[in-house]
C-alpha cells in the first residue's frame, strides 16, 4: 500500500512571480533528505494546490520520514495522511479510522478546500466529520484549543486527511538565497549563526583558523565535527582550515598588546574575504553577539569590519549566551561545543584588551604589519575539507 505525507510551506507562499524558483529548490532538498534517510527507497513527490504530495510505492519507517523532513529549511509542517476519495462518506469514514487508539479528549475537524467546487463549505464538512467524531468516541469538540485535531485537505480529485502535524523548521530552502562563509570556532556561536544562514536559504561554507603546532588539534577536530553535524540542513559543505599562528606571531610582535584581538580579527575577515571573492561567496556570517566578549563591542566590530567591503552578517547579535546554548541543544552541536579547546583568538590573550577602539589608533598600529604578505601567506596554506 502507498504511504501518502502532505508537506506545507508558508514563506514561499509569499514569494509571488518568484515562488516557482523557491518551490524548485525546496523540492530538490526534500529529495535529497529522503535519499540520504531512506536509501533505495522509491518515492515521487508532486507540487499541486500549493502542497507537495509525497508518495513512497512501499511501506517505509514513519520516524524516518519524519526526521528528514524535520531538516529541510522551508517546509512549514508535514503529516502522513489517508487519501479518500472527495466524498462526505469517504472523509468521515477516515476521521474516524484515524482517531482509533489515539488518547484524547477535545477535538477539532479544521478542513481546507483547495478545489472550491466541492459542493460543501469547509464548516459544512467540519460540521459532518466533527458529528461522527462525537457519535464513535464520546468526545468534545474545542474550535479554540483542541488536543487533537484532525486536518482534512480537498481537492478535486482526492481529499487528504490527517489527525496531527509536525511543524516543520521553517524559513526559506537552502541555496536559494546564494552562498556565504562562516567563520567557525569550536564553540556554542558560530554554529548556530550557521543554522540561522541555513533557515535564511544560504548555502554554507565554512573557515576555521587555527593555531596549530603551537596549539592542539582539538579546535579543528572539533570545528569538522560540528560542520558533520550541520551538514543535516545542508546535505554537504566545504571547510577551509588556516594555520593563523605565523599571523598571530607577527601581531603580537609589531602592534600593542591591546589590540592583539582586533587585529587577530581584521586578518582573520581579510583572508576570509579574500577566499570568498575566489569562491564567489556572498557575505561573510560570524557568531558575533553584542557585547558578549571586548571584541564585541560597537566600536571593536566597527574597528574588525573596516577592514573588509563585503557584507558581514550577525544572525547572533541580539542574543544572550544562553539563548544561543539553548539553539545550540535543539540543532545537535552542543555537546561538541562544550568540549574544551584551544581557541585562536585567545592565543597570546592580552590581560587588558581594549573595549572601544579608536579606528585613528588602529590605522597607525597597522601600519607596522605588511598586510598583503600576511594574507597572501595565510591563503597559501589552507587545507580543504569536504564534508
Given amino acids: 500500500m502507498n504511504q501518502v505525507y502532505i508537506s506545507h510551506y508558508s514563506e514561499i507562499g509569499l514569494k509571488g512571480k518568484n515562488r516557482s524558483y523557491f518551490v524548485k529548490v525546496l523540492r530538490r532538498n526534500m529529495k535529497m533528505a529522503l ?49 479518500t476519495e472527495p466524498k462526505l462518506d469517504a472523509m468521515e469514514a477516515a476521521a474516524v479510522e484515524l482517531y482509533k487508539g489515539h488518547s484524547f479528549e477535545t477535538f477539532a ?33 474545542d474550535l479554540k484549543n483542541p488536543q487533537l485535531p484532525c486536518y482534512v485537505e480537498v481537492l478535486k480529485d482526492k481529499a487528504f486527511v490527517t489527525v496531527g502535524k509536525t511543524q516543520g523548521p521553517g524559513g526559506l530552502p537552502v541555496s536559494s538565497s ?36 603551537f596549539t592542539q ?47 587577530y580579527r581584521r586578518f582573520m575577515m581579510r583572508v576570509a574575504e579574500a577566499l570568498a571573492n575566489k569562491q564567489n561567496l556572498k557575505a561573510i556570517y560570524t557568531g558575533e553577539s553584542l557585547g558578549q566578549v ?36 535543539k540543532i545537535g552541536t552542543h555537546d561538541i561545543s562544550a568540549l574544551p579547546h584551544d581557541d585562536a583568538c585567545t592565543r597570546f590573550m592580552p590581560d587588558f584588551p581594549v573595549i572601544r577602539a579608536k579606528m585613528e589608533q588602529v590605522l597607525e598600529a597597522e601600519q607596522a604589519l605588511d598586510v598583503e604578505a600576511l594574507v597572501e601567506r595565510d591563503l597559501s596554506k589552507i587545507d580543504v575539507i569536504d564534508v
Fill in 35 to 83: 535519499r540520504r534517510a531512506l536509501p533505495g527507497k522509491s518515492f515521487e513527490i508532486e507540487h499541486r494546490d500549493k502542497r507537495f504530495i509525497l508518495t513512497f510505492s512501499e511501506a517505509v519507517d514513519q520516524a524516518l520520514v519524519g526526521q528528514a523532513l524535520s531538516q529541510v529549511f522551508g517546509l512549514a509542517n508535514f503529516s502522513p495522511v489517508t487519501v
Fill in 178 to 213: 546564494g552562498r556565504v562563509l562562516v567563520l567557525m570556532s569550536g564553540g556554542f556561536d558560530s554554529p548556530v549563526a550557521a543554522y540561522f544562514a541555513m533557515k535564511r536559504g544560504a548555502q554554507c561554507e565554512f573557515i576555521h583558523f587555527h593555531s596549530y603546532p
Fill in 294 to 329: 571586548a571584541s564585541q563591542t560597537l566600536e571593536n566590530m566597527a574597528a574588525v569590519q573596516q577592514a573588509i567591503s563585503m557584507p558581514v552578517l550577525r544572525p547572533l547579535i541580539g542574543l544572550d549566551k544562553n539563548e544561543i546554548i539553548d539553539i545550540a541543544r
Fill in 217 to 263: 588539534k582539538t579546535s579543528q577536530e572539533k570545528v569538522e565535527r560540528l560542520v558533520n553535524v550541520l551538514t543535516k540542513f545542508q546535505f554537504r559543505a566545504r571547510l577551509y582550515m588556516v594555520p593563523f599562528a605565523e599571523t598571530q606571531k607577527e601581531i603580537v610582535l609589531n602592534v600593542p598588546e591591546k589590540f592583539r584581538v582586533i587585529f
Fill in 109 to 141: 475537524i479544521r478542513t481546507k478546500r483547495a478545489y472550491k467546487g466541492f459542493p460543501f463549505t469547509s464548516p459544512d464538512i467540519n460540521h459532518r466529520l466533527g458529528g461522527a467524531v462525537v457519535d464513535a468516541y464520546g468526545k468534545r469538540a
